[in-house]
Structures are given as C-alpha cells and as structure tokens.
C-alpha cells in the first residue's frame, strides 16, 4: 500500500478530532456541572450571564468561559471551582463565595495536584476564603484577574490571595488583589513570574519562602503591614515594584543570597527594606525615599554589592546592628553634607550612616534646623576624628552628590 493514502487517513483522523471539539451553551436556570459532565476533553463550556449557585468539579481538559461575567456562587460551602485534570481554562466567570474552613483550604478556585497548564484569566474572585489554591501543577498561568478576600474576616482567619505550594512555571500576572490574608503566598516553588500585579490592604503583600529563581517584576503593593516579603530563598530577581504606605517594612530581604535587587521604590513605609541575614547580593538603582527607617540591616548580612541608589528623606537612613562597619559604594545620601571640589560628582569624603550627628537628631528633631549651620558641620567632622564617639556603620567610600531619581519628591506623601 503507497504511503500517501495512510497520511490522507491521518489528517482525515486529526481533522475529526479538529471537529468533533464542541461548545456547550449554559443559560441561566440551567446547570454548568451538568455541562461539563456533558462535555468532551476539548469541549468549551460556554456559560451565559446568569446567578448559578454550584459548586463545580472540573476533571477533565476543556475551557469554561463566560459571556457577560455570570456568577458561580458557591453558596459559602467547600470549594466553588476545583478543577483535576490538564489544560482546563477559566476565564470571563466572577466566582464567589467558597467555604470558610482554614483546614480544608477552600477556595474559589482549587487546582489540585496534576491540573498542569491551567488558566485562570479575566474572573473575577471575590468573597472566597481563598481565591486561588494552586498545589503541585506546574505552568499555570493567572492573568488578569480581581481577587477580594472575605473582607468582614479578621486577617488570621482568611486565606491568601493567590497561594502557589510545590509549583514550576507559574506565570501570576495583572492581578488585583485585596483584603486577603496575604496577597501572594509562595513555598517551593520555582521558574515563576509575578509581573504587574497590584495588591493592597493585607497583611503581606507577598509571603514567601523556600523558593528559587522567580522575578518580581513591576508589582504595585500598598497600604499593608508588609509590602514584599522575600525569605529563604536564593536566585531571585526583584526589579521595578512601586512599594509604598506600608505599616511595617516595604520590601523584606530575609536569609537571602545570589539575588538582584533593583530599580525598586520603595516609598512611606515604616522601614523601607529590611535586611537579614542576606549575603551575595546586589542591591542597585533603588529609590529609597520616605521611610521613617531607609533600611534595616541587622543579622550578618554582609558581601552584598550596593551601589547606585538613592536614599532621600528618610527619618534616619540606616538602622545597623552588627560589630564592625560594612562597605557600601556610589549611592546617594540626602544627609551628605560633604563637598566635591573636583566636579566629579562624588563626594570628597566618605559617607558615614548612624553617625554622632544622626543619633542626636533622632533624639532631639528640632536640631534639624540647624543642619547646615558650621556648628552642625563642625560636630560631624570632629565625630569622624575620634573613633571613641562612632559606633559601627554603614559607610559608603564614594557617596553622589545628586540622585538619579528625578522625580522623587512625588513619592514623599506615600504613607499608610
């Protein structure tokens, strides 16, 4: 037999396959569930604008879309959506109302163990204890979606935004995401993006730990206790956030190495970042501007290279615990009072955070007054010839005279 009439049978085969995929319409007063028992792996569940109370499992790979943004209610009982199967599609559905129990981990969507290549985009996910529950499914994509959590829930008894556990690939983008417990919580979890999501009034904006080389990419977070939270973990890369009018820190960079941070603002927060125990890192082109602390650095987080940013008004620049002062280089500091006789652009004398100045100004603020006054100016020189009045430090060999942030003024009033 001649090969070409086999091939013929093939393409005649997939084309069948091509055509037999279907679409199943869901009306309101009708049953989605009974739809998608219905449906093929490969159908579209197309459901119409409409309050449909079920709660819905989803075991095999089609997409469910919604036309004019029905409801799925869950009627506050379990999961609303659990999906347990590859390559299912959510999209255009506003899904509200899960259970309550934290143990059961009910969720407006569950994607079980082994739901790979999910998407979740343009839905709407709102009065669920957790919006999106995804555990061990790798390359799942959430996109442009609203998540409010049970906003009438004190904050220990919610769950997390997006909650991502034992994960590769995840793609988190374009999210809104509010009143949860945290916005995003990660653990073990790798290869992720977190790109142009904007999450406000939680706890965390983010939570996470114990994972490896993700990217955080232009985020928006505010009006939290803690902006981003970075914790055990290495090989991340987290650029581009606008963090701002948090109550606690605005980015956290805790037991952390081999990571890239910069080009960050981080604006208003109660501490701008908070640095422990972080080492082999590079901290560059951040606009530190603000704070009532700039940055905390405690807990031998040293070899780190910092250089290039901007520190502006903040209430005291550095909060250093350690034993012996740490190197940083080429950034800019809003309280240098040195000179540059050179025009370089660099000051002529080192910058030094925490210094006898610093400490009274802290103590007594009315003496801010008098900063630029030759008493001020005197006091600090003498400071830096008797080290018996330093204490360790943070000092910066080269600081700039100018900062590379324009516009920073505009983030002076962000505050919680």
Aim: with cysteine.
């Amino acid at each position: 037999m001649s090969k070409y009439p086999l091939a013929a049978i093939l393409v005649a085969t997939l084309s069948m396959h091509v055509v037999a995929a279907a679409t199943l319409a869901v009306h309101s007063g009708e049953r989605i569930g009974a739809a998608i028992e219905a449906a093929r792996p490969g159908d579209t569940v197309a459901v119409y604008s409409g309050h449909y109370d079920e709660n819905l499992r989803i075991d095999k790979s089609l997409t469910l879309v919604g036309i004019g943004k029905p409801m799925i209610d869950g009627r506050n009982r379990g999961d609303v959506v659990r999906v347990a199967a590859q390559g299912v599609r959510i999209s255009g559905i506003a899904v509200v109302n899960s259970g309550a129990d934290l143990t059961a981990q009910n969720a407006g969507i569950y994607l079980q163990p082994g739901s790979d290549g999910a998407q979740v985009d343009h839905c709407e996910l709102v009065y669920n204890l957790f919006g999106l529950w995804i555990e061990k499914s790798n390359n799942v994509q959430v996109r442009d979606n609203v998540i409010v959590g049970k906003r009438d829930f004190l904050s220990p008894n919610r769950g997390n935004g997006i909650e991502l556990y034992n994960t590769t690939g995840a793609q988190i983008v374009g999210n809104a995401i509010s009143y949860a417990r945290d916005g995003i919580y990660v653990d073990v979890s790798y290869h992720a993006l977190f790109k142009g999501n904007t999450i406000h009034n939680v706890r965390y904006g983010t939570h996470y730990m114990n994972s490896y080389y993700n990217v955080w990419d232009g985020n928006e977070v505010f009006h939290n206790r803690g902006g981003l939270a970075i914790m055990e973990a290495r090989n991340q890369i987290v650029k581009n956030n606008r963090v701002w009018g948090n109550s606690d820190h605005g980015i956290m960079l805790r037991t952390l190495q081999d990571s890239v941070i910069e080009n960050n603002i981080v604006a208003g927060n109660q501490r701008g970042f908070f640095v422990y125990d972080a080492e082999y890192n590079t901290i560059r082109g951040n606009l530190v501007v603000g704070n009532k602390v700039g940055v905390h650095l405690w807990g031998g987080s040293v070899n780190n290279t910092v250089t290039g940013n901007d520190f502006v008004q903040n209430r005291e620049q550095i909060r250093y615990v350690a034993a012996k002062d740490v190197a940083w280089t080429g950034n800019y500091w809003s309280n240098y009072y040195g000179w540059d006789k050179r025009g370089r652009g660099v000051g002529d004398i080192p910058y030094t955070a925490s210094d006898l100045v610093d400490r009274l100004t802290w103590r007594v603020p009315a003496v801010k007054i008098l900063m630029n006054s030759p008493a001020v100016q005197s006091m600090r020189l003498i400071a830096q010839q008797f080290p018996l009045m330093t204490v360790p430090s943070v000092v910066d060999a080269a600081p700039l005279m100018r900062p590379s942030h324009a516009a920073w003024s505009k983030w002076m009033e962000k505050h919680p």
